[in-house]
Structures are given as C-alpha cells and as structure tokens.
C-alpha cells in the first residue's frame, strides 16, 4: 500500500497571551488574502481597460509575495504574524483561483472577520510535535490535547478557529492500513430520506434534529434577528446559533465515520451509486414536508445537513476503501429504483411510494430501498464481471450554485469558460 496523507485534528489549548497572537495572526492572514484578492481585481480591471483578454496568467504567488515585503514596511502589524503563514496564504489563494478557472469551485470569497479563521504552516522545518505538545513559529511550545495519538509524519500544520476554541490539523503523510474482512460484495443505496440501505437489509439513519433540538434552533434564530446587527448580544446569540450547529453536524459526521469504518472493514466490494449520472433536486422535493414556515426552515436544514453528510459519507467510504483494500464501484444509478430485483422488470410504476416497491410483473413486494441496493448491487457485479475498473470517482453533492465572480469583473474581467462553469 502507497503512503498517504491524512488530516488529524485537535483542541489546541493555548495560553491567553498565544491565544493573543494567534487572533492578530489570523487576521494579518485574513487582512492578506484580502488584500491579495482586491489587488488581483484592480489588475483585471486595469487590464481590460487597456484591452487585454485572458486574466488567468496576470498575476500570482511569484508576483505577490514579492510585494510582502514592502506591505510589511507600510502596514508592521503584518509582521506580527509568521512570515510563513502569510506565504501559505496567497500560495493558498494560487490554489483557490486554479480551482475556480478549472470550474471545480466557486469565486474564491472575501473573508470576514471570525469567519473560517486560519493560520496555515507548510514546512516542517518551522515547527515540531511532541507528545501533545506543538512549537509554533512566533507562539513556541503550545499544548493540543492529545484525544488519539499522531501517526506518520507530519507535514504541514493548520491553526484553525471553530466558535471560541482554536483547533491544531496535522496533515501527516504515512501508511494508514484498515483490515478487511472479506465479507461478499454489498450494494448501498444512498437514500433521499436520511439513511443508507443496504443490499443484505440493513438500513443506517443518520440521526436529524430532534424536535426540542429544532425549538431551541428556532428560539435562537429569531432571538437574532431582534438583536440590533452589530451588538455584543447579537454576536453572543450568533455564537450560540453557530455552536449547537456544529454540534449537530459533528453528530452527523460522526456516524458517517462509523458507518463508513464498518463498511469498508468488512466487505471485499462495495457498490455505490455514480453521482455525477444523476441529479439531486428531487430530493430535495422529496424531504420538503408540509410548506409551512417551521417546517421549511427545518428541513431546509435539514437537507443540508443530509447532503453534506452523505458526500461526506462517500468521501469517507472512498479513502477507508483504499485504505483497507475493498473494491469501491461506481454505477449508473438510472432506474434502480423502478427496477425489480428479482425478474427485473422495470416500469415507473412498480414503485408504489417513497417507501413500497411492487412489481408489476412478478408481484416482488419489498422494501423500496432495500430493492434499489440489490440492483445497485447487481449492476456493480456486472460492471467488474466485464473487467471493469471499480474505481469510484470522486464527487460530491452540490447544494448551492457555485459562487459567481463579482458583478464588475463580468463579463469579460473573467475568461468566459470560467464564468459560465461558475
Ligand atoms: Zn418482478
């Protein structure tokens, strides 16, 4: 098996006189990015003014961080923060904008301030881990508090601030091998209500809001939007808001790693759906209760909350089965669910409801989703019965249009194929 990189993550426990300098560090960075960011704009506009086209080349880290040190010289407080950090930025907002122009992201954003606030040190020689202590340019030894031990070797690290706490990411690079247990092939379907069915009969919920968690969601939200914007109170309640939303999707994510673990220890294969041959807005429509006014505020949530949880569910799925050898098929998810697994009749009208399947044909009565997983199944095994490749290709569920580029770059400040994959 080749190595790999992995992220692990920790509470980062910092003294009230490093916690200082890590938010006038994050916000030098975020000061930075900005900057960086206004300045790329200007140089566009400048130059479709004087008549030039493409922008992609115009500028970018080489040119940038050859402005450092004069920014320096005019703004000192930028020193405050670790040269490094600063570097990593703009190589960090490179990186954004190739993304953006391949159509794999969106606009890259101005940031605000607590919001994804981060310090990011690339090189290993900057810093040192030991035990559950870290050195940190500019912070020196720090304390993490070391909730499972760090492997392999590590090499970058990222300080990142989640509500009142700071976090520690290592990206370690090292052999993360899971067993296998051989078990037969199984097939999954990832439903649009929240679970996971799979081929031998098992169905894994993903645990939603409850209703009390609901109530104290509502009772925050509109405790916000009385609060004059700006106030501390305002900003307390928001915090309050973003916390008990962390926690339900920490709770999410944490029976995806579960389910996921299970899954790709146990079988030798694993067959999933292939997202980019199908849509997801009908399922959006399919887990829109009643249209009242809670209820679409709570399954608007909801709903995100399934759709980031189940890519994040696939994503996991996809590193553990390399990881512990499984196979790992994609396949056309067209009509598995109108299909009959058993005499394979298929007609749209076999499935009864979101719930009961009943063939026309042959009278197989199951199960809607257990009999979408059998023939997702079934499909997986002929695709590898002709020698295909199993791979799964990465995708992810798309729940929000992609960010455009601001109004004043448009429409020829961005090469065309970029804005219009945007
Ligand atoms: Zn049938």
């Known amino acids: 098996m080749s190595r790999t990189l992995t992220g692990l993550r920790y509470r980062l426990r910092p003294h009230p006189g490093q916690e200082r300098i890590l ?42 961080s050859s402005l450092l040190p004069g920014l320096k010289e005019r703004y000192p407080w930028l020193s405050e923060a670790p040269h490094h950090a600063l570097q990593a930025t703009l190589r960090d907002q490179d990186r954004a904008f190739s993304s953006f122009f391949a159509g794999k992201s969106g606009y890259p ?16 020689k900057q810093f040192a881990v030991d035990g559950d202590w870290v050195k940190i340019p500019k912070l020196g030894w720090t304390r993490f508090r070391l909730s499972r031990p760090v492997t392999g070797r590590v090499r970058n690290i990222t300080l990142s601030r989640e509500g009142a706490h700071w976090g520690v990411s ?7 091998s899971l067993p296998n247990r051989g078990l037969p092939a199984v097939g999954l379907d990832l439903g649009a209500v929240q679970s ?37 109170r305002r900003s307390r309640t928001l915090a309050g808001l973003a916390k008990l939303k962390r926690h339900l999707v920490n709770r999410r994510r944490d029976a995806a790693h579960k389910l996921s673990t299970r899954l790709a220890t146990a079988h030798a294969a694993i067959v999933i759906e292939d997202l980019k041959l199908r849509r997801m ?21 909801n709903r995100r909350m399934l759709a980031h949880g189940l890519s994040d569910f696939r994503r996991m799925l996809a590193y553990k089965c390399e990881r512990s050898g499984a196979r790992l098929v994609a396949v056309d998810p067209s009509f598995t669910s109108q299909t009959c697994s058993q005499c394979k009749h298929c007609a749209p009208g076999n499935r009864k409801s979101q719930a009961v399947f009943l063939c026309a044909a042959c009278g197989h009565h199951a199960n809607a989703d257990l009999n ?34 601001p109004a004043r770059l448009a429409p020829t400040g961005i090469p065309a194929k970029a804005a219009a994959a945007a």
């Not at 954003?109 to 290993?124: H, L, Q, T, V």
């Not at 290592?170 to 993360?176: D, H, I, K, S, V």
């Not at 959006?284 to 399954?299: L, Y």
């Open 196 to 232: 996971v069915t799979t081929s031998d009969g098992r169905v894994v919920s993903f645990p939603v809001t409850t209703p009390s968690e609901d109530r104290r969601l509502r009772w925050l939200q509109r405790k916000a939007s009385r609060r004059l914007k700006g106030s501390a």
């Open 372 to 405: 979408a997983a059998l023939n997702i199944l079934a499909a997986g095994q002929a695709v590898t019965a002709q020698g295909g490749s199993g791979v799964a290709p990465a995708d992810e569920l798309r729940t929000h249009p992609r960010r455009r580029p």
């Open 281 to 301: 807005t009908a399922s959006a429509a399919a887990t829109t209760e009643e249209p009242g006014r809670n209820v679409r505020r709570k399954s608007e949530l």
């Open 23 to 64: 938010a006038r560090s994050a916000g030098a960075c975020r000061w930075l990015w900005n900057w960086a960011l206004a300045y790329r704009e200007d140089l566009w506009l400048a130059a479709r003014s004087a008549g030039a086209r493409g922008f992609r080349g115009s500028t970018g880290y080489v040119h940038l």
């Open 170 to 176: 290592f990206c370690a690079e090292g052999q993360f």
């Open 109 to 124: 954003r101005y940031r605000r301030k607590g919001e994804r606030d981060s310090i990011r040190f690339p090189d290993p």
